[in-house]
């Protein structure tokens, strides 16, 4: 055996060794966690409490909060546990040995070794550096404000809708700008969608998000205050809308999903099919994805594949976490000239100077126009509405035009 291929058996060794601490260690803390505040609540307190305190201090979306809280926490175990008797029932006519106890392992190492150490590479990595900018950002960028709303109603829903701006802008950029791409692999990686894929961020992804969000809630005259509300209902659907067929089979919540980015629009997010790929940025609201028209229902004729495009092996986590990072480096030195590298950066992933064949863009187009019937999105209604407008008006004005004369 060669002197590399022993070092990387003993790489993945060692990252199997850490990932059964990590999720020994993540897990133990949510199933005591959960199990105390359900116990809490037989006394009055835990669920109970959170959700009807708020009652009184007329902090209605708390309510909210308490409920999804409690849904998130159980479905993480809910899923990590439907996960074990899953592989278990499949090996069932095979006694207990040391193989199947490997082939549990290695089911569940696929699904959560990345989201884990994902989730405990952040936690470690805060303790060295400081990871979330944004409260430290915002004085700065509270200059720029062109006017500040006040604390009515309607302000709320103003200031919810301005902050699904940000959140669309910046999200849309991780996606289309290559070099942000690369911060934002990570959390598309997964080949399976769960809970704990919620956990997965890049640790340098907050620098540059928090700024392009600050610029447009700050500049549109959002309180900082409405932001502690905001961001915690955020946090809280964010996390939500991971949840996988596991613990939702369909995940599209009926009508809901006409007002609420649902689990079925996330997962289409998480889809590597053509017909997927950047779709449904928002996370709480589908205004904005809807009126930019990268709104995109689930399909039955579609199953989704989740993951990237490219081959790669989850359970490899420097593949998983800077695998990207690396490629760009590549096509960066290797590319001739300074403009071309330069737009090896700030162009889409899949973006050559010799093509744009391998773009999401090109190739959902291509797909679409094989496919025509599944191509009509909320843009082309908007445009077909306007348009259908002007040709009555053009038809009006036609009409006056033949009465004057
Ligand atoms: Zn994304
Ligand atoms: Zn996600």
Request: proline residues 3%; aromatic residues 20%.
């Amino acid at each position: 055996m060669t002197f590399a291929k022993t070092t990387l058996r003993r790489w993945k060794y060692l990252e199997n060794l850490v990932f059964i601490f990590v999720f020994g260690y993540i897990f133990y803390y949510l199933i005591t966690g959960f199990s105390q505040y359900s116990w809490a609540t037989f006394s009055g307190k835990g669920f109970i409490y959170d959700f009807t305190n708020p009652i009184h201090t007329k902090e209605f979306y708390k309510c909210f909060l308490s409920v999804i809280g409690l849904l998130t926490s159980f479905y993480y175990l809910w899923e990590i546990g439907k996960l074990f008797i899953e592989v278990l029932k499949k090996e069932k006519n095979i006694k207990w040995s040391r193989t199947r106890l490997f082939n549990v392992f290695k089911e569940v190492r696929h699904r959560y070794q990345p989201t884990f150490l994902s989730s405990y590479f952040g936690e470690l990595l805060t303790k060295l550096i400081v990871l979330d900018v944004f409260w430290i950002l915002l004085p700065y960028f509270q200059k720029i404000s062109l006017f500040t709303i006040n604390f009515e109603w309607y302000s709320w829903i103003y200031a919810y809708l301005i902050w699904e701006l940000s959140m669309w802008t910046w999200h849309y950029g991780a996606h289309k700008i290559r070099l942000f791409w690369c911060l934002h692999s990570p959390h598309h990686a997964p080949e399976e969608l769960n809970m704990t894929v919620a956990w997965v961020h890049f640790f340098a992804e907050g620098y540059y998000s928090a700024a392009v969000q600050l610029v447009i809630l700050m500049f549109l005259g959002v309180q900082p205050a409405m932001l502690l509300v905001i961001m915690s209902i955020e946090t809280m659907w964010g996390t939500f809308i991971h949840a996988g067929e596991r613990s939702f089979k369909d995940g599209r919540f009926g009508i809901m999903q006409k007002i609420l980015i649902t689990p079925s629009h996330h997962r289409v997010h998480h889809a590597k099919n053509p017909l997927y790929m950047d779709r449904n940025f928002c996370s709480f609201l589908p205004f904005w994805d809807w009126l930019f028209g990268t709104l995109q229902p689930q399909k039955k004729e579609i199953k989704i594949e989740y993951g990237i495009t490219r081959k790669m092996d989850v359970t490899n986590f420097v593949d998983f976490y800077f695998g990207e990072c690396f490629l760009l480096y590549k096509d960066v030195r290797n590319a001739k000239g300074l403009k071309n590298k330069i737009l090896f950066m700030v162009k889409p992933p899949g973006w050559s100077p010799e093509s744009v064949e391998h773009t999401a863009a090109t190739v959902r187009a291509n797909f679409i126009k094989e496919n025509p019937e599944l191509g009509y999105t909320s843009k082309d209604f908007l445009l077909n509405k306007i348009r259908k407008r002007r040709i009555v008006s053009v038809e009006d004005h036609m009409i006056e035009n033949v009465k004057t004369v």
